[in-house]
C-alpha cells in the first residue's frame, strides 16, 4: 500500500501500476500448467513496451492482431517467427505489411484466403476455424459459435483448405479462440477436441495447432480460479492421444492474455468529491470509463481497495467516473472504507483490458503507466501530453 501512496504521490494520478511481482507469478504458473504449449502472450491485453520485455525474456512468444502489434512485439525483441498475427478481417494493406515483416499469419474468411494470395504469393497461412464453441464473460467477448464475426464455420472449412492450395498458398496451422474470461474448464476441453478431431485427417502436413486464448480469471472474491494445473493435464492427455493416433509434428500453441497480466494491474485514482445525491452516496473519481471501459461495457466487477484510509467505517457508495456518461460508474453500490475528497483508490485486476482499451473520450490524457519492481517505482510509459489530443 506504500508502494501505491509513494507512486502516485511521485507520478500523479490517475496511474496505472504493474507488480512485477505479480506478473512474474502469473508467468511462472503459466509455464508450469501448459508446458506442452508454446504460449503466445495476446497483445491486445496490454502492450507496454516494459511488460512485453519482461514477458519476452520468460519465454513467452506474442500473438498481434493488428499491424502496429507486430510492430510493438518485434520492437519489445520477439523474432518474427515467435509471432502469430490473427486479426480479424485484416485489409490487404495490413496482410502485405504483417507478410513483409516476416511474421505467417491466421486468417478467418475465405476473402481473406484471397487477399492474402494477392499480396504474399506462395505464403503459408493458418486458418481460424469456428467450430460452434463459444464462451466468455459476456456476450461481447464470445468467439465461438452461432452468430459471431470471428472464423471459417465448420461446414466452409474444407472449401478453406482447397481455397489454400488453389490459391497457391501453404497450409501452416489451424487455430481457433472461443472467447475470453472464462472460468469453467469444460469449453476450453470442448474446444480442444473438436479442433483435434477437425485437424486429424491433416496432422501429418500441420505445423502448428492453436488453441487460442479466453483463461479468465476471478475478478470477484467468491468467483473460484480457473485451474490451469487440472486443465493443462486434461488438455495435455488429448494431444497425446491425438499425436499417437495421427503423428505429425504439429507444435501447439496458445494464446493467452488476460491470465498473464490482469491481477498484476491496478488503476491509481483520487477521489475528487463525495456526494450525496437521492439517498445514495457517489465517490467521483479523477478516472472513469476511458480509462478502464471494462464496467461500463460488460458491466465487469473490479475490487476496488481505498489505499489512504483502509480502516474508515464502511459505507455503501458508487464510484464514478468523470466522463459526461451516467454509465461512467467504476462500481455500483459498493461497500467501501468511507472514502474523503483527495483519497487515493486502487482499481484492481486492471492490468489486462484496462489501458489496452483506455481512450481520450471527453479529451482527457491517458494516463501514464508505472513499473513497480526491484529497482522501485520505474515510468513505463509517461502521462499522454494534453498537446497531442489537440492535434
Ligand atoms: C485471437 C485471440 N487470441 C487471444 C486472445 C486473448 O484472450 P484472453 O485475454 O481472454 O486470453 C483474444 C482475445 O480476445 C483473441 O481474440
Excluded at 502516485?8 to 504458473?29: C, D, H, M, N, Q
Excluded at 472464423?151 to 488453389?166: C, F, N, Q
Aim: proline share 6%.
Amino acid at each position: 500500500m506504500k508502494a501505491l501512496l509513494a507512486a502516485a504521490e511521485k507520478f500523479g494520478t490517475p496511474l496505472y501500476v504493474y507488480e512485477e511481482e505479480r506478473l512474474a507469478a502469473a508467468l511462472a504458473w503459466w509455464k508450469r500448467a501448459l508446458p506442452g504449449f508454446a504460449a503466445h502472450y495476446a497483445l491486445k491485453a496490454n502492450a507496454n513496451p516494459a511488460l512485453l520485455a519482461l514477458i519476452r525474456r520468460e519465454g513467452f512468444c506474442a500473438d498481434a492482431v493488428s499491424p502496429l502489434e507486430v510492430e510493438a512485439a518485434l520492437r519489445a525483441g520477439f523474432l518474427p517467427k515467435a509471432i502469430t498475427f490473427t486479426a480479424h478481417a485484416p485489409s490487404s494493406e495490413d496482410l502485405a505489411a504483417v507478410h513483409a515483416s516476416g511474421v505467417e499469419i491466421t486468417v478467418d474468411s475465405l476473402q481473406a484466403i484471397e487477399r492474402l494470395a494477392r499480396v504474399a504469393p506462395g505464403a503459408r497461412v493458418g486458418l481460424r476455424v469456428n467450430l460452434g464453441i463459444g464462451a466468455g464473460h459476456h456476450g461481447h467477448v464470445v468467439t465461438g459459435g452461432r452468430g459471431v464475426k470471428f472464423g471459417i464455420p465448420r461446414e466452409e472449412v474444407a472449401d478453406a483448405i482447397t481455397l489454400v492450395s488453389s490459391k497457391g498458398l501453404e497450409l501452416a496451422g489451424l487455430h481457433q479462440h472461443i472467447g475470453s474470461g472464462i472460468l469453467d474448464p469444460k469449453p476450453f476441453i470442448d474446444g480442444a477436441e473438436a479442433l483435434l478431431e477437425v485437424a486429424a485427417p491433416l496432422a501429418r502436413s500441420l505445423a502448428f495447432l492453436d488453441f487460442g486464448g479466453g483463461f479468465g480469471i476471478p475478478y470477484r472474491p467468491e468467483e473460484t480460479a480457473l485451474d490451469l494445473m487440472a486443465l493443462g493435464e486434461e488438455l495435455g492427455k488429448r494431444v497425446n492421444a491425438w499425436r499417437g493416433e495421427h503423428g505429425g509434428k504439429a507444435v501447439m500453441r496458445m494464446q493467452p492474455g488476460r491470465v498473464l497480466v490482469a491481477s498484476s494491474g491496478s488503476l491509481l485514482t483520487r477521489v475528487i468529491e463525495v456526494k450525496r445525491s437521492d439517498g445514495a452516496t457517489f465517490v467521483a473519481t479523477d478516472t472513469g470509463a476511458h480509462h478502464l471501459v471494462r464496467p461500463m461495457l460488460y458491466g465487469a466487477w473490479h475490487a476496488i481497495e481505498n489505499v489512504s484510509r483502509p480502516q474508515a467505517p464502511q459505507v455503501q457508495v458508487t464510484v464514478t467516473g468523470q466522463l459526461c456518461e451516467s454509465g461512467d460508474v467504476l462500481a455500483a453500490e459498493r461497500m467501501l472504507p468511507l472514502p474523503l475528497a483527495g483519497d487515493l483508490l486502487a482499481i484492481r485486476d486492471a492490468g489486462a483490458y484496462g489501458f489496452s482499451m483506455a481512450s481520450t473520450y471527453n479529451l482527457r490524457a491517458r494516463p501514464a503507466e508505472v513499473l513497480l519492481g526491484d529497482r522501485g517505482a520505474e515510468l513505463i510509459r509517461p502521462r499522454e501530453s494534453p498537446e497531442s489530443l489537440l492535434g
